[in-house]
């Protein structure tokens, strides 16, 4: 972890915190949206750029190092990122490779972007702010390069509430009959069966088991009325999680969950998806339900109070259908987090 490093301008995070958040990776952005023409991004308060020169995909600090213009108001010429202020333009690893002002003259060593590492991978363009070592620890998705499994990359959306609080909707298992009853959720069906999360190396994981259908409400689905539901949740700490869900006749149904922290109070949403059933179904549909789906915790998340995620087990109650919850917090805090997640 780099010790000496400047935080970002107007932080929102208390700096032990964010020091701990950046060595992870975040996805910024989806792939396809990518191109030569500059994107503007934003991870824990870092005003970020992406763009791809040649076949080679740059992730950098958005500000020009001559005047401190954001490059994301630039444009592409085929040969990198033009800044609009003096027309400066970065290339290959964000190194400027040209200066109209001075075409004659040798271009300083330090006229370069301060690029971070970037790959891409379910669709999203992934960075990480303060790598440790060598490793691309990036969480994995279940089936998603399995040729029997499609692949479909939801848009992306943005909540306005800090990133731990969604990632806990997320593995919550006891509020389906109460905030999902226009999507899957069932209000005659509430009672949680005991189950228990089981650590992982980077995080835990949870095989839930019940009676609560995953088929959209209207839709004839094919389980028999007797038929037990699995959910299996993977955790990668921080703020990633997948879901598989067992369908009848061995379906299976991959959401990637991933949370990437704008800022403390702001979340930007990426959500893929890998299913092997139903691929015969327009994928705007999958878009959409998906979206509704995320849009019912939207409005629980938003409204949450405190806006922190609190760390401390004594702030809040529990109830025995919080295992998952309970192992989420304590395992940010075996990272060192705040005790009161502060935001």
Same mark, same amino acid.
């Given at each position: 972890m780099i010790k000496d490093r400047t935080l970002p301008l107007q932080c929102t995070f208390v700096e032990s915190? $964010?020091?701990?958040?950046?060595? #992870?990776w975040y996805p910024i952005a989806q792939a396809s949206v990518v191109g030569e023409q500059p994107i503007k991004a934003m991870l824990l308060d870092e005003p970020?750029? @992406?763009?791809?020169? @040649? =076949?080679?995909?740059?992730?950098?600090? *958005?500000?020009?190092p001559h005047r401190g213009v954001p490059l994301s108001m630039g444009q592409a010429d085929g040969q990198g990122v033009v800044c609009p202020y003096h027309g400066l333009r970065f290339g290959h690893g964000g190194k400027c490779n040209k200066v109209p002002a001075s075409p004659n @003259?040798?271009? &300083? =060593?330090r006229m370069q972007l301060y690029t971070y590492p970037a790959v891409e991978r379910y669709g999203l363009i992934w960075t990480c702010? *303060? +790598? %440790? !070592? /060598?490793?691309? *620890?990036?969480?994995?998705? +279940? #089936? $998603?390069? /399995? &040729?029997e499994f499609q692949q479909i990359v939801c848009p992306a959306f943005e909540v306005q509430a800090?990133? !731990?609080? %969604?990632?806990?909707g997320f593995l919550d298992v006891a509020h389906f009959g109460f905030v999902h009853t226009d999507t899957f959720g069932d209000p005659n069906n509430l009672e949680i069966p005991p189950y228990r999360p089981t650590p992982t190396e980077q995080g835990f994981e949870v095989r839930y088991l019940s009676t609560v259908g995953n088929y959209p409400i209207g839709i004839d689905g094919k389980a028999p009325a007797d038929f037990t539901w699995l959910r299996h949740f993977e955790v990668h700490l921080p703020f990633t999680a997948t879901l598989t869900v067992h369908f009848p006749e061995n379906g299976r149904l991959v959401i990637m969950n991933a949370a990437s922290p704008v800022s403390a109070k702001v979340t930007r949403m990426f959500a893929p998806i890998a299913r092997n059933f139903d691929k015969d179904l327009p994928v705007e549909d999958c878009h959409a339900f998906n979206l509704r789906v995320f849009e019912e915790d939207r409005a629980i998340v938003e409204a949450q109070k405190p806006e922190r995620l609190p760390l401390d087990p004594a702030l809040e109650v529990h109830i025995p259908a919080d295992m998952s919850s309970i192992a989420y917090r304590k395992g940010l805090r075996s990272q060192g987090l705040s005790q009161f997640f502060l935001s």
């Open positions: 915190d $964010w020091r701990i958040l950046a060595t #992870h970020l750029v @992406a763009y791809r020169v @040649a =076949s080679e995909l740059v992730v950098a600090r *958005d500000v020009c @003259a040798a271009i &300083p =060593s702010l *303060d +790598p %440790q !070592g /060598e490793g691309v *620890d990036i969480p994995k998705m +279940p #089936h $998603w390069d /399995e &040729p800090f990133a !731990g609080r %969604q990632v806990e």
